[in-house]
């Protein structure tokens, strides 16, 4: 039976509103930041989308939005239901930066959901954090952290963002990320609701799905896939 993955992931990490929803990690987080705000614009309410870093900028990714503001001119705006709306700065052709924390919570404020993407990849499957990521504002009520499963079987060095080491990408690999203080997890705490997605299940062979199944970790680990809305 088809079970959406967007529709359990939404109902996790908003159960009430308003809800600031950080996406961290690596292999999905600008198409789970996407799908999430397309549920919820569905769902008819109020979003908002933005970073704690950097993202692609809207001319160069479609992220759905109605609105798009690049200076304080947001503060100013009222959201109306159903509406997806994008608010970051202009960094350089095909990206956008950070506004301040502060800029930020006050353009979050006319809104049911924000959604943050808190962490850069370089368009990896995995991420290794640094001491500065991933960048979660005290106001973030929940993190989704995303786990690029396409990384299985290649080079960690081409594959990990924030790796130096040899090797490939296998289950105890894997693993290691889940329970390293600067791995998937980074950022959770007890007072966020918290899950981790292992997105891009459909790229393993059925062996490797199975073995998959085994890893572990300190907090809700979902299989699935972004790309074809799917719990597995």
Do not use: W
């Not at 992220?63 to 959201?79: E, I, N, R, W």
């Not at 370089?122 to 396409?150: E, F, M, Q």
């Amino acid at each position: 039976m088809h079970v959406s993955l967007c529709s359990v992931l939404a109902t996790f990490l908003a159960p009430s509103f308003p809800s600031v929803i950080a996406v961290t990690g690596a292999g999905g987080k600008t198409t789970a930041v996407c799908t999430l705000a397309r549920y919820f614009r569905e769902e008819g309410r109020k979003v908002l989308i933005s970073t704690t870093t950097k993202m692609q900028h809207p001319s160069s990714y479609d992220y759905g939005c109605t609105h798009v503001f690049f200076d304080d001119s947001v503060l100013g705006y009222k959201p109306k239901e159903g509406e997806i709306c994008f608010f970051a700065r202009e960094y350089e052709p095909g990206k956008v930066s950070a506004p301040s924390l502060e800029t930020l919570a006050m353009a979050g404020a006319g809104y049911d959901v924000v959604l943050l993407e808190a962490d850069g990849a370089r368009c990896l499957p995995l991420k290794l954090h640094t001491k500065r990521d991933p960048v979660i504002p005290s106001s973030c009520t929940a993190v989704l952290a995303v786990l690029g499963l396409s990384a299985v079987g290649q080079d960690r060095s081409s594959s990990c963002f924030g790796e130096l080491g040899e090797g490939l990408v296998d289950m105890h690999y894997l693993q290691g990320l889940l329970d390293d203080p600067q791995g998937v997890c980074k950022g959770f705490s007890a007072q966020r609701r918290c899950m981790i997605l292992a997105n891009q299940f459909e790229s393993l062979e059925v062996t490797m799905q199975a073995r998959t199944r085994e890893l572990h970790a300190s907090a809700p680990l979902v299989f699935g896939s972004l790309h074809l809305d799917t719990i597995y």
